[in-house]
């Protein structure tokens, strides 16, 4: 079964993000390629979980609480934020500190809805006297992913 995510070859070691699912399954090297589950926790999860800090709407990532290594055998190759419908990556290579920093506006999506006594929803306050009730959604889930060249995906949710 196929559904969004990250798919991987074993052969090649192509690296496809499914944003969209069809009816097919992803191929490369003429064989399905495997879909990847992100870990976050297990063995090298010191050094692989993303660490994560908000200040001032930038967010920032550091791989792992434990400073992955960065060298050409060994290192982070991604680190990417999926915030509601909206992702975002940063390549990393051999040297780099396993850092990345996103704009990160995590109640955008957020909507105020008014809600009247008898449960419809009203589109602002012009009544008078005022009579509703300030109902706020949930704010989308945000998820940060890393990719080690030897351990695979890793993830953090906010
Ligand atoms: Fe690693």
Not at 19 to 37: D, F, R, V, Y
Request: hydrophobic content about 35%.
């Amino acid at each position: 079964m196929k559904s969004t995510g990250f798919y991987h070859c074993d052969t090649c070691n192509n690296l496809a993000v499914l944003i969209s699912t069809g009816k097919a399954l992803l191929h490369c090297c003429n064989e399905p390629m495997e879909q990847l589950s992100a870990k976050e926790t297990g063995s090298g999860q010191e050094e692989h979980v993303p660490v994560l800090s908000v200040s001032n709407n930038r967010l920032k990532v550091a791989i792992g609480a434990v400073e992955h290594p960065m060298t050409q055998e060994h290192y982070i190759q991604w680190i990417a934020l999926q915030e509601g419908n909206h992702m975002e990556s940063v390549r990393l290579r051999p040297g780099d500190k396993p850092e990345a920093e996103f704009s990160y506006h995590p109640f955008d999506e957020q909507q105020e809805l008014f809600v009247g006594e008898n449960d419809e929803i009203v589109p602002n306050c012009e009544g008078n006297p005022c009579n509703f009730v300030l109902t706020e959604q949930p704010a989308a889930r945000s998820v940060v992913y890393a990719y080690c060249n030897q351990h695979g995906l890793w993830k953090a949710e906010i």
